[in-house]
């Protein structure tokens, strides 16, 4: 049924695969396993499946980097942090379950970076909602741009 779907929604044709919404992953030795990782689901009414869904665990990294004292010093510096400290970073993510990490950021410099060198893409078609606290917590700090921020 979902490949059927997938097949005729050019939205996600040729982007998108069933396995992906069945919680499925080709391991090169056992062949299609399970991935505890997302959570799925198909959602129905009294008729049958209106969608299914797939929940993919993120995490969203906030960073502040030290004040650029020497310009290309603390550049030089903080991309060697970055590099050095994302392995660890990711190690620690993938044991928490997961899939992806996020960050935003206004620095060109940080971008181009993130992009060449960590393996990073920029994603244009992104939505974002806070939930519970975070909502309420981020509509009383004021509009993104009256907020000092880092990276």
Known sequence: MIQTWI?????????MRPEFFLALRLDPKLGWIHD????????????????FIR???????????MPVTRAFESRVRSAAGLVRGMAFLEAGLAR???EQWIFETHS???ASLA????GF????HEFVREIGYLATEKSQQGPPEAREGGA
């Open 121 to 124: 893409e920029a994603s244009s």
């Open 108 to 110: 060109p410099a940080l």
């Open 115 to 118: 992009k060449a060198r960590l």
């Open 96 to 98: 928490a379950g997961a």
């Open 36 to 51: 505890p990782r997302p959570n799925c689901y198909a959602l129905e009414d009294a008729t049958g499946v209106i969608m």
């Open 7 to 15: 097949d005729n929604d050019r939205f996600h044709r040729n982007v």
């Open 55 to 65: 929940l993919s665990r993120a995490a969203r990294v906030h960073i502040q980097f």
